[in-house]
């Protein structure tokens, strides 16, 4: 089918339409945690973790413990711990093959955003492997970040979104997660028994490994 795409394939031509970063975009990256850094890690208990396989597939992956689960070995150094889920790794498995992972925490209420950029990891035990556990669970792996590239995103994507807003929620008539679950993943599974799983006591469970 003939399109009338104007597709962009060289840097020349994305910086013909962009332009190029102004001294501040440039200057504000640093390759260390500055104490204001380590003050937002220690308020976020969301991030996003980015990886990318051998061959180029990549993997975007969302992460959430209560607030300051990344733990700070040093302003150099990042550790966050593993927690139970669906067990496919996607993330973990790209780390062996390849070490490059990107890091963006948020705050709740907060428009702007840090990221880390570095080089990973994984263990499966160490010291501060005690200062991971939360209600009781014990990681049974971490990933240790070496980081690389550090600074702040400003709000506009945030504000753009009105992600933090209430207001411009609205109403929605998206499917509840256990009839999402039971139409793409589980079709044999009993509608009520997935309700029931996805219900108040899941939220009970978070901590127990599957």
């Not at 020349?12 to 390759?31: C, F, M, Q, Y």
Request: with cysteine.
């Amino acid at each position: 089918m003939t399109t009338t795409w104007t597709e962009l394939t060289t840097e020349a031509e994305l910086r013909a339409l962009l332009g190029t970063p102004s001294g501040g975009a440039v200057r504000k990256e640093r390759d260390h945690l500055h104490e204001l850094d380590l003050a937002w890690i220690a308020a976020s208990p969301f991030l996003l973790m980015a990886t990318s396989g051998a061959d180029g597939t990549c993997d975007v992956s969302p992460k959430g413990d209560p607030a300051g689960f990344v733990h700070v070995l040093d302003d150099r150094t990042l550790v966050m711990p593993e927690r139970p889920g669906n067990r496919r790794a996607d993330g973990w498995v790209n780390v062996l093959s390849n070490p490059h992972v990107g890091l963006i925490f948020l705050v709740p209420g907060r428009t702007d955003t840090l990221r880390v950029n570095g080089r990973a990891r994984l263990v499966s035990d160490a010291p501060f492997f005690d200062d991971l556990i939360v209600k009781g669970h014990r990681p049974l792996l971490a990933l240790v970040v070496e980081v690389e590239q550090v600074f702040h995103h400003c709000g506009k994507a945030c504000l753009r979104s009105q992600l933090w807003d209430p207001e411009s929620w609205g109403s929605h008539d998206l499917p509840t997660r256990a009839v999402i679950a039971r139409t793409l993943e589980r079709p044999e599974a009993d509608p009520e028994e997935l309700e029931r799983y996805y219900g108040p006591s899941y939220a009970e469970n978070l901590y127990r490994q599957p």
